[in-house]
């Protein structure tokens, strides 16, 4: 790693003062992070923890919607959403491992935006909105790409808003040496209308499959996805799948997670 | 350099660091317990699983300076003073859950966060549990073995895979 100094505000305002330094970076549970310093892929001056500052945490009900505090751990939504949000829940329990969950964030996994992280999927099927220091953005608005989001430069995400489906599901295939889904499908059904979003399988990072959500908004079944296919020239192509393999498992996960619910 | 306070197996511990320095080298290389080991240096394998704060966590994927003010458990404080074993550690040795023992201390760690949670944890409990926690020498069979057995379990019937 190249050297940098860490600083450790104790809340969100000191945290953004911080940030506002040249080369600053948010550091949230750091699973991500701290391997991607170790191969030197990132050269941060200053590392701003995000771990002391209590506002960031916490999973409680507000107006009817589940608010998840950004600096809050997979371990801790995993119990503390189980009963509100299950399907959330059931996302936050398989991603990585115990200890992995018991310092990686949801704050962290929307920022970084992995193509195949668990938790954008969870937040774009749900509509859900990202609350920042300074804004709230919605979901369709905040994933941009691969890696790419409406963040601004030291702009932290505070909080997570999720409305709550009628029903949900998340079906994961799991890359069993990286514990992230080879492709995962998170299918949420509200009363009026029903969303579909996929992780790990496109280039463009997590998308809504409209057609999908179409049709099973018309019928919700397993069989009202026959005949929809993706194109998989759009696809992540790697050792672990091709384009086509990843375009396929898009519909078998997502049907999965169909037949779950219904 | 950044001054870290914390408390590690009981015992107040203290040191210099670097805003880099990693926890497990703070306490393999400042605090000398060398029981955790480094064996991947990426978050795979588990060698370096320590509690801080009561949760499993790996140290070689957390930075000193965030312990500062913890509770941290390591392998060095699982054994009674006078050296017996606690009875994960014994379970381990009764059903030779071990070879090489590179593993073992994040084995034995992550199993003790498993049964804190998950007292009589089921034996697909226990191999989800593990996940994190990677040996190349025993296949995983007398690990799993062994934590059902610390868990109060019988297990004379279970098969080997």
């Given at each position: ?127 859900a909105t990202i609350e920042t220091d300074r804004r709230e953005i919605a979901a369709d608005d905040y ?29 994961k295939f799991i890359q069993p040496a990286s514990r992230f889904p080879l492709v995962a499908a998170f ?76 | ?87 994960i550690q014994q379970a381990f040795q009764d059903h030779h859950g071990l070879q090489c023992g590179f ?59």
């Amino acid at each position: 790693m190249y050297d940098f100094e860490i600083e450790r505000p104790g809340n969100v305002a000191d945290a953004v003062k911080a940030l506002g330094q040249e080369d600053a970076q948010p550091l949230s549970g750091g699973q991500t992070l701290i391997p991607t310093l170790k191969a030197r892929l990132a050269m941060p001056s200053v590392l701003v923890s995000l771990a002391g500052i209590d506002e960031l945490k916490g999973v409680e009900m507000r107006d009817g919607a589940l608010w998840i505090g950004g600096g809050t751990t997979h371990a801790t939504v995993m119990r503390e959403a189980a009963d509100s949000y299950p399907a959330l829940a059931s996302l936050a329990a398989r991603i990585g491992d115990p200890a992995v969950r018991n310092r990686g964030t949801i704050g962290g996994s929307l920022a970084n935006n992995d193509p195949s992280a668990c938790y954008p999927a969870g937040a774009l099927a749900s509509g859900a909105t990202i609350e920042t220091d300074r804004r709230e953005i919605a979901a369709d608005d905040y994933f941009q790409g691969m890696f790419t989001t409406a963040l601004e430069e030291g702009e932290i995400v505070t909080g997570v808003r999720f409305p709550i489906p009628q029903a949900a599901h998340y079906e994961k295939f799991i890359q069993p040496a990286s514990r992230f889904p080879l492709v995962a499908a998170f299918v949420a059904r509200f009363d009026s209308h029903v969303r579909v979003a996929i992780t790990g399988a496109s280039n463009e990072g997590v998308f809504r499959w409209r057609e999908a959500e179409a049709a099973l908004g018309a019928t919700f079944a397993a069989s009202a996805l026959d005949g929809l296919t993706l194109d998989g020239g759009e696809m992540i192509s790697d050792l672990h799948g091709s384009g086509a393999y990843r375009a396929h498992l898009c519909g078998v996960m997502t049907r999965r997670a169909v037949q779950s619910i219904v | 350099m950044t001054q870290v306070k914390m408390t590690v197996n009981g015992k107040p511990a203290s040191g210099e660091v670097e805003g880099r320095t990693l926890l497990v080298h703070f306490l393999r290389d400042d605090l000398e317990l060398t029981g955790t080991h480094v064996g991947c240096d990426t978050s795979q394998c588990g060698a370096c699983v320590v509690h801080v704060n009561g949760n499993a966590v790996k140290a070689c994927t957390m930075f000193a300076v965030e312990a500062d003010g913890a509770e941290v458990d390591t392998i060095e404080g699982q054994a009674a003073p006078d050296g017996t074993l606690n009875t994960i550690q014994q379970a381990f040795q009764d059903h030779h859950g071990l070879q090489c023992g590179f593993c073992t201390p994040g084995m034995v760690m992550s199993a003790a966060a498993l049964l804190k949670e998950n007292p009589k944890p089921s034996e697909a409990e226990v191999r989800h549990y593990l996940d994190g926690n990677i040996c190349r020498c025993t296949g995983y069979h007398n690990i799993v073995k062994a934590i059902m057995a610390a868990s109060g379990q019988e297990v004379s019937a279970l098969a080997a895979e």
